[in-house]
């Protein structure tokens, strides 16, 4: 956890530079140091551009790691070779300057971050990170640069470089106008979100953050949100009595089996180079499998097995919390804020009072039934629909057994209620145009029956110029004759059309 700036380290680089030329690996030229690559690569112990070798010689790599500058004409002559890259740069006027051996100058892109973390360090280094795009040169140089130095062949032993970030498919950009920041993004989303999109995808691929990929975040964190609220709904509602000394049977047996083998899955995703993606898509299948548990315990009017998802709770928690999903001071689940913060003590004091609540609720609902009084069913759906969710309260009623509670960011519960409200919005309109929609289609059916077979394609001055006797095509409306084959379908309308006129007319009222 150390902060380091390159203005306060410009003694220990102008050293190291100077370290690298008394090895052979520099060499002074016009005020700048440069290093020798061809040298270096040459060297028995060394091994030049060892990430991306392919890369040697790409003079368009060499211009987007070092700048317009680096392959200047001017600059090409200062250099005994074109690879060859700037550990000094002598200093134009009005550019930042330190005095030197060699002038004055500044250092170069890469030599600060290969002293730095040298300093802080030391000559070897077991982890090293950065973006995927940092590879060639400045990785690579940074390699060069330290092993010349210490005169050792291998400075780090693993390089992490992580994936791009791209926006609904294209690179980020202020030019193409899809430049998000973090702050934008936490408008749109909860923090919580973004961590599930990032863990979602692998580390050192490309991650898109789109709408695609923001709901299939939003979807997860649901679905573990559901299973920790419906855990904890059962763990209050059987009571810690019930947790011990239960014999298991066969779901019990068969839940326990599937919870084993998803956590040597989980462990073994992991420990294939962090594959987040892979384990919380094994939770994934852990939670459906007990939301099904349960489902199935229900339709056997038995209580799910205490014990076992308790630790299917416990363990989902405590894998969020290393993911850092789930802030460490958190029982069970998220907290109910989605910034974060915790809230459990607020929800143990609530927790007696609303149970008691909720369970008086059920007595009224069962007697209100019995009587069929409708107000006072309509008031118990009141205060589950409207006053308890202002409080962050949720009530779900299951027949034959007592009413679920659920403690849920209020801002949540006010945003589900808003949707179903949008939703059931939605389906009545839809309805409501359907019958407009069977309503238009019935009257035209209607006004069809009404129509003298010798006048139905009349009607279609836009189709048809010439007609029969019987009021059928011979021509369209461009004047060409119809064929003998459009002919017959025109008449076996023309017969069906007879039929229907027919009818009405007989059964028309007088």
Known sequence: DVLTRVSEFVPEIIEFVQKIIENGYGYVSNGSVYFDCATFDASPNHSYAKLVPEAVGNLDALVEGEGELSVSNERLKEKRNEKDFALWKASKPGEPEWDSPWGKGRPGWHIECSVMSCDILGS???VHTGGVDLKFPHHDNEIAQAEAHYKHDQWVNYFLHSGHLTIEGCKMSKSLKNFITIKEALGRYTSRQL?????LHAWNATLDY???????????EKLFNEFFLTAKNLLRYQGAENEAFV???SLDKDLNAKFLSKKSLVHEALCDSIDTASALNEMRDLVKETNIYIGSCRQASRDPNQSLIKSIANYATNLLKIFGVIPDDSTIGFPLSATGSTSAGMEA???P???ALARFRDDVRIVARKEKVRDILDVCDSLRDDVLPELGVRLEDIEGQPTAIKFVDKEVLLRERKRERELAEEKRKAKEEARRVQSEKQAAKEALKRIPPSELFRREPDKYSQFD???IPTHDAAGIKVGEGRRKKLRKLYEQQEKVYAEWTENRPN
């Open 124 to 126: 070897k280094i077991d």
């Open 210 to 220: 789109g709408t695609n990929t923001m709901q299939e975040a939003e979807q997860i």
């Open 353 to 355: 009072f609303v149970t």
């Open 469 to 471: 006797e019987q009021g």
């Open 349 to 351: 004091v609530a927790e």
């Open 195 to 199: 961590r599930f999109a990032f863990l």
């Open 247 to 249: 014999k298991w049977g």
